[in-house]
C-alpha cells in the first residue's frame, strides 16, 4: 500500500507515511471485508457510511499539515481509521460522529490499539465542537456544499480545513487555510464523499 498507493503518488510526508504504516487498516473494517483491508478503494461500513481509501486518507492527512503540537478536529468518526492516523500526528484529536452505534465502535477499536489522545463526541460534525475550539486542522470527511461556517469559525489562525465540497455525486477535495486577512483556499482534485447530513449542508436525514 505504501509504495503503490501512496510513495508512487504524490504522498510525500514521512510522518503521514509512517502513520499510515503503523496503524492497522484491517482492524477498522468489517471482518468478511478484511482481505481487501488494503485495496486501493473505500468499502463500505455499515449505516450507508464507507472507510475511504488509503490514497484519500494520507491525502487529506498531508494537506491538513498536522504538527505533534496539534488540535485537531475530525468531521465525520466513522469507523475511527482516519482518527487514528490523525492522533498518531496531533497533540489531540476531538472527533465527531452523527451516529452513536459508529462512535462507539470506533471508540473500542481506537482503545483496543491504545489510541487515548482522542474525544469522541456524538453529534452534528457541520457544527464542530466549539468547547475545544480553535483548531489547528480540522479534516471532513463528507462532502458539504460549502464550508460549514461554523467549521471556518472554529478554525485558527495558520490552520487548515480539509473538506470535500461540490454536491451530492462529485466534489473538489478542498483546502482552506485561515490568514490574519480572511480565508485562503485552494483545490486537490477530484473525489467522492458520502453527504454531511446537517442543517449546515445537505439537511438532516430526516
Known sequence: ???RHLAARDISDRRVLAAMAAIPREQFVPEHLRERAYDDGPLPIGYDQT???PYI???M???ARVTRRSVVLDVGTGSGYQTAILAKLAKHVWSVERLASLSEQ???RLCRLGIDNV?????DGARGCPEAAPYDAIVVAAAAPSAPRPLLDQLDEGGRLVVPIGDRALQDLTIIERTAGGFRTTRAGACRFVPLL???AFGTPF
Open 1 to 3: 500500500m505504501l509504495r
Open 51 to 53: 472507510i475511504s481509501q
Open 57 to 59: 486518507v494520507a491525502l
Open 61 to 63: 492527512t498531508q494537506a
Open 106 to 108: 470506533a471508540a473500542a
Open 119 to 123: 474525544t469522541l463526541v456524538v453529534g
Open 198 to 200: 446537517s442543517d449546515e
